[in-house]
């Protein structure tokens, strides 16, 4: 399913694939699934300087078993993770997407378990999940400390905004 026909003049075009699924409606009820990622990819590209992009993002929400295979196939580690982000380009942060910025899967069950083993909402932990994986698509990494350091802070400054709390201090709690 299409979440938007096109991307309106000077915006952002995101196609997702899932949101029709019982599954993934039953996680996230009352909430609408269109509508959170919408929300979530552009407060990213706000947040990541990239506001006015006029690009496309494809969000799939799938479940564990064909994000095990993705994973395994791309990246050479066998077991679900949840979410992985596919980069159209390699960009540094702060650069300019292209007219397709890149894809999102997201694992239903990895997600839930994780959202129930930190006691957050699964709706809060799905957009932060879409936030997290928007900022790699736009050249964010947390391979080194201070990388990590740089894009967490900016992932709680996003999800502020969004009303959701800082997940790195819920963690550690």
């Not at 919408?38 to 690009?55: D, K």
């Not at 982000?85 to 942060?93: D, N, T, Y």
């Not at 932990?125 to 928007?134: D, K, S």
């Amino acid at each position: 399913m299409a979440l938007s026909a096109g991307a309106p003049p000077g915006g952002v075009e995101i196609v997702l694939d899932g949101a029709d699924d019982a599954a993934w409606q039953t996680l996230l009820l009352p909430a609408d699934p269109e509508a959170c990622v919408r929300e979530a990819i552009l407060a990213a590209l706000a947040g990541a300087g990239l506001g006015a992009a006029e690009t496309e993002v494809s969000v799939t929400l799938a479940d564990d078993a064909t994000v095990r295979e993705l994973n395994r196939e791309w990246r050479g580690k066998d077991k679900p993770t949840n979410i992985l982000s596919f980069p159209m380009v390699q960009l540094a942060p702060g650069e300019r997407p292209g007219p397709l910025l890149g894809d999102l899967v997201l694992a239903r069950e990895t997600l839930e378990r994780e959202a129930a083993s930190e006691r957050k909402s699964a709706l809060d932990h799905f957009r932060h999940l879409l936030v997290h994986g928007t900022l790699h698509l736009t050249g964010f990494d947390h391979e080194t400390d201070e990388e990590a350091e740089r894009m967490e802070a900016l992932e709680i400054e996003i999800l502020r905004g969004l009303g959701i709390a800082d997940p790195y201090a819920e963690a550690d709690d």
